[in-house]
């Protein structure tokens, strides 16, 4: 692995890079092909800029719209770091909150880029007309999210997301409608191609027919997002899947921080046994509800019944310095031990309470509404509880990966011309992501660095012979996708894709969740074994190889339980705790965690040897020039 970081001063290093980077001319651009895999934030954003320059792109999704991408589900804001409060904020601050906030175990220059594109992000969107929230004056207005004592959050109401991804959205039509990106709407990834070590096409699955296609490229780009629904009860949407990074790791692409897995500390807990996800409410509530929970284990009362003395605000306890605004991995491990030592709420005891009513009181319903209404109102909507007249139910959940394809600095995979944006990647959030940086590293991946870094692996690409999808490395990938789908078809077993589903989730979820420990991990290794053995014989589809919804979660699933042993691996391996990967054995009495950087000060990159194989571990040494190594508190 090499990071190819360049040389120089950590605040000149992507101006350097920028400067030297190999062009392509725009003659030559139209000779090149680039496929790009997803439609949210980071691939619509990057296949509408390369578009833009004059390359020809294919992009696919396998939603019916690019605007299904799960981006538009993302709520509370997007960083960046313009000191508009004059608050102190800065590039070099946001750097520092990111590095803390990701518990050191992320590259330096790749978090510094983060930070110093963020300004350029917030223009470049107010350009497209994205409507970020305004003060009366008409300027851009800022909220706080956790892990910082600064506003730096731009924000859309509670519909960040969807008003960025629809700028995104419009660059990307706007590239259709001109000839230069062709769409492939209702189209699955199923295999990369590797021709000569390059990453040269990818086989779709027309979902509409069950047709297998064939795509060549010179440079292959995957943005389809993370992997947290392997958990099932998420805040994902039921078709995000693991299945293009799972298939490119398959094909040689390391795997990077697997086990780094982000539980979202204000979803809404699960209520029943039959629900297949579970809803995000956005962090930015945190700014002015306070989290609590009774001082009485098994308190029955009504929240509004149970006096103040008697609440126990356990993050401004433990956190003074942040309050409720603690970073997520350490406000979802103190959540779920109160629920833990009997103190939950709610009609399955699995909740802690979200309370806006001081809020209310000092600054009037009208100002909370105007912040938060439409956050307010699909609360009440699921719930049937309205929020301003007593607390609202919140429980942790899982949510982001931290984890993904290992990249360089350039975003390139361990496989030449395969490159990884977004949370389909490793970089920039190390062990932990501070709320909304995820929106920001999908757009600043795709807007100001993959225009850049792309072109100059292509620019290597001009003179070479042209891929063809009548080459052999095509007829094999084709071949081993069918077989797979013939496989699943006639196992004829008696159990559901959901069933198996349901149950690695809760696996995870109890040995690999919140809390790790050796003991648990390695039964759980076991235990995913044997599950898919089960898999491969009692999996049964109904319908055929056409139009067939269980089809495609029988695929996803097989990456699933493939994907969920590598991350018992790669917690098992890293014997500390940091950031959302929490290991027992290492906590402080009060239970903090404990990290161990004289060992494990290194991203864990994971290389497929083979089926029923153990991985092999590579690790890249994470050097820090620029910060001190500290303990992460948040006191």
Not at 44 to 70: M, T, V
Not at 227 to 247: E, Q
Not at 595 to 622: I, M, Q, T
């Amino acid at each position: 692995m090499e990071s190819k970081i360049p040389e120089g001063p950590l605040a000149d290093k992507w101006s350097l890079y920028k400067a030297k980077a190999k062009l392509v001319n725009p003659a030559n651009r139209k000779k090149l092909n680039i496929i790009v895999v997803g439609t949210g934030l980071a691939g619509a954003s990057c296949a509408a800029s390369l578009a833009e320059q004059g390359y020809n792109i294919k992009s696919f999704c396998f939603q019916d719209s690019p605007r299904r991408a799960h981006s538009v589900a993302a709520q509370g804001g997007v960083n960046a770091a313009k000191n508009y409060k004059n608050d102190g904020d800065s590039t070099f601050r946001m750097f520092y909150d990111t590095i803390k906030g990701g518990d050191f175990r992320s590259r330096e220059a790749n978090v510094y880029r983060l930070a110093e594109c963020s300004a350029h992000l917030i223009d470049h969107a107010v350009a497209q007309g994205v409507p970020f929230a305004r003060e009366y004056a008409g300027y851009l207005n800022n909220r706080s999210f956790g892990g910082v004592q600064v506003s730096r959050t731009f924000y859309a109401r509670g519909q960040t997301g969807q008003q960025l991804l629809l700028g995104a959205y419009q660059a990307l039509e706007r590239q259709s409608a001109l000839g230069k990106v062709d769409l492939y709407t209702r189209h699955e990834m199923l295999e990369l191609v590797v021709i000569d070590g390059k990453a040269k096409g990818i086989i779709a699955r027309n979902l509409e027919t069950g047709v297998l296609e064939r795509h060549a490229a010179d440079a292959v780009v995957l943005a389809s997002g993370g992997y947290g629904k392997v958990y099932y009860l998420s805040t994902l949407a039921m078709g995000c899947n693991s299945s293009a990074i799972w298939r490119a790791h398959k094909k040689g692409a390391f795997m990077a921080g697997v086990s780094w897995i982000q539980f979202h500390p204000t979803s809404l807990p699960q209520h029943g046994e039959n629900q297949s996800k579970l809803t995000l409410m956005s962090e930015s509530l945190r700014n002015d509800g306070r989290i609590w929970v009774p001082k009485k284990a098994e308190d029955a009362r009504n929240a509004n019944a149970i006096p103040e003395e008697e609440r126990d605000y356990y993050l401004e306890r433990r956190y003074p310095s942040f309050g409720n605004l603690a970073p997520r991995d350490i406000s979802s491990r103190a959540a779920k031990e109160r629920i833990d030592a009997g103190h939950g709420v709610g009609p399955m005891k699995n909740a802690i309470y979200l309370d806006f009513s001081d809020a209310i009181k000092a600054q009037g319903k009208d100002k909370i509404e105007a912040k938060y209404s439409n956050l307010f109102a699909m609360y009440e909507k699921i719930t049937g509880i309205n929020a301003y007249k007593e607390p609202m139910l919140i429980s942790p959940s899982a949510h982001f990966t931290m984890g993904g394809l290992w990249v360089d600095y350039e975003l390139m995979t361990t496989i030449p011309g395969l490159f990884a944006l977004g949370e389909a990647n490793f970089a920039d959030h190390g062990a932990n992501r501070l709320g909304a940086n995820s929106l920001l590293q999908a757009c600043v991946d795709g807007y100001f660095i993959a225009p850049y870094t792309i072109p100059n692996y292509l620019a290597g690409e001009l003179n070479l012979p042209k891929t063809d999808i009548s080459h052999p490395a095509f007829e094999e990938a084709e071949k081993a996708v069918r077989r797979q789908l013939d496989r699943f078809l006639h196992t004829n077993g008696t159990l559901s894709a959901d069933y198996f589903h349901k149950k690695i989730g809760r696996l995870l979820y109890e040995k690999c969740g919140l809390s790790r420990s050796r003991k648990k991990l390695e039964e759980a290794i076991i235990e995913i074994r044997e599950l898919k053995t089960s898999f491969e014989k009692d999996l049964r589809i109904t319908g055929d190889n056409t139009l067939n919804s269980e089809l495609e979660k029988a695929g996803r699933i097989a990456d699933y339980i493939e994907l969920a042993e590598l991350m018992c691996y790669d917690a098992l391996q890293r014997e500390e705790s940091c950031g959302a990967h929490f290991r027992e054995e290492y906590q402080t009495a009060d239970g903090e965690a404990v990290r161990n950087d004289n060992e494990f000060c290194y991203v864990s990159a994971w290389e497929w040897k083979g089926p029923n194989k153990e991985p092999e571990l590579h690790k890249e040494p994470l050097t820090f020039e620029s910060v001190e190594l500290a303990v992460r508190s948040y006191k």
